[in-house]
């Protein structure tokens, strides 16, 4: 059974910074492109970084550059999401997203909110 497991979320202040995990388990680590997505109140799910070039090359959506980073260990299976300097509008809840680079199949975490604000 595959499970992705979010972690780290929370309340914190503008400026802040926050550390989200991605604990996966059931599925080969290694065989998955990670993502991170986000939803916030009212507003679509949307892709804030990601892995390019077999996993080594990161990217992001314009809002969160320079400012959050994509990271993976393969040996823990787990994926990080860095978020500094964190804005008021950063706030949503935040999804891990795992895809098999062998057919293209996907598993979701069950989301973790973060908060910013003062």
């Known amino acids: 059974q595959v499970q992705l497991v979010e972690s780290g979320g929370g309340l914190v202040q503008p400026g802040g910074s926050l550390r989200l995990s991605c604990a996966a388990s059931?599925?080969?680590?290694?065989?998955?492109?990670m993502r991170w997505y986000r939803q916030a109140p009212g507003k679509e799910r949307e892709l804030v970084a990601w892995f390019t070039n077999f996993e080594r090359s990161t990217n992001y959506v314009d809002a969160v550059k320079g400012r959050f980073t994509i990271s993976r260990e393969n040996a823990k299976n787990t994926a990080y999401l860095q978020m500094n300097s964190l804005k008021p509008e950063d706030t949503a809840v935040y999804y891990c997203?795992?895809?098999?680079?062998?057919?293209?199949?996907?598993?979701w975490g069950q989301g973790i909110q973060v908060t910013v604000s003062s």
């Open positions: 997203n795992a895809v098999s680079i062998l057919s293209s199949f996907g598993y």
């Open positions: 059931g599925l080969t680590f290694s065989n998955y492109r």
